[in-house]
DNA sequence: ACAAAAGTGTTCGTCTTACACCCATGC
DNA sequence: GCATGGGTGTAAGACGAACACTTTTGT
């Protein structure tokens, strides 16, 4: 009754992120090339989880804290012969002051997701949406760039970053497009990527985005301890826009996120600021807890 | 720089969801064994949904309406050889009266899911989680029951339905437990399926009541046109307990998510409704919208 | 007449948002 | 002393939960 399996090739790719000076960053293997650490599924990994980290260990050196699952898909990419199954994770880290070159911000790799700069990016873009937009089937497209971008006032959604790509990859925007003749510069749609990995990214930011709406991961990327200052800012650089310092502390006080370690710290400047540490037990405690974001509008 | 990758076989599984007479159903292949519709990939499928809707349609006959990917994991599964990678999706249909021998009510795979009875049946679990929690490791066992099955009036939350199958695994209480000595009668704690097949169903589910929440999705599960209290009904048999008649209506007249047909029905006993259908433009205009369920204690 | 389900108006409390202001340090 | 970021109280408003009650059919 069952056919033979036709054999694939299994390929684990990682989203490695992690915040340092006020934007996430993606760990890339470096070459000449943006691309994802990456490598194929073997026997002697015990799991898909644990390949995935010993690639990105191996490629980049990096250990690996928190790992998610984003995403399945098969290409038929190069050249006939066996079909490739790509799994995609999401991984977070604490990022220590010090190399950088192997990280992209990831507002390098899509500008136009910062929002905190009033969105002079997005701005930027405005105008050819709006003509892709004109160009044919108006009235749906118009519709769905106001609900992806935040037009006409509507609210901005920081977690739709990748149906915000599909747009722009369909209006032939950025240089990976099948139809990229009207390519815009890397400086308003950011730089090209191997294969799909920006969209890979992309998944994985509005993953994230939605994700700490929700769940405490934001301490996945924190050092053990921190300013409650801190803490907002990385909220802040992960959606990629302001909060309100009253609010957002509220909700990591009340619901119980942190504890005060006793210590201060003057390093951030102004007023020294009380050292707290994420209170793990939150994780067995509790369904749900996260860190709201503001509508924008 | 590559090594050479490995073959492995891709399987595509797939929890098809209807529902009829206030439960949900999950689509089985009609075999002396419960167990998903499932296949390899295979050359011809364009995609892996399309390969999904193929092997659903080969199998059942059905054909699937909205398709989202659930889960991807690998199995060192039968003796050695290649490793199996199963990518398992989420499918919703609207169920017409009938056939119902190949569709299994997921309170008869999960009983102590089902809130709506008042939860006897959860109470019936009661006792050997308890029992399960006190016997090692107690602090954090307790409080992961507490969480996960809503004990000590902690609310009860829906979505964590994969949790709490996890629970049950672990403590041996089902009778797929590799540890399955005091597994309790299928009354309780439901019949065993193949593979890790109920462990997929149960992922479904939980996916299924969360997206519920923030995505007008339970119109994938109705007939074109319907009243609002049956729609409250389809809503209600997904999460397992009752929601607040008025808020309910509220809430789904206000995001504007329906539109009067002009019909009514007195099929549904008592003073005729009105019938209603599915405003599909939504899926564009909004870019969230669902149906809250009320937090249960 | 009565059961059964449809359908509506209004109150109450909590959670969200935002404003305004004070505090402690470094330069 | 003033710039800088830390830290707090409190009020206006939106939203969710819940109450009770009326309407229209079938039997």
Redesign the pocket.
Known sequence: MNQPHEPVRAELVAVAVGVLDGAPRVLTTSASQLQLPAGPLREDHRSMQAGLRAWVEEKTGLRLGYVEQLYTFADRDRAGSERTISVSYLGLTWMERGDLDQWVSWYDLFPWEDQRDDGVLRRALEPHLRAWAQAEDAERRVVRCRVTFGLDGIDWHPELALQRYEVLYEAGLVPESPDWRKALPPQIVGPWMVHDHRRIVATAMGRLRAKIQYRPVVFELMPPEF????LQACVEAIAGQHV????F???VEQQHLVEETGGTT?E???????LFRFRREILDERAAGGT?L??TR
Chains 1, 2 share one sequence.
Do not use: D, M, Y
């Open positions: 300013t409650l200052g801190q309100h310092k009253q609010n502390r509220r909700i003057s951030t400047g102004g007023r020294p600021a009380r709201k503001p509508r």
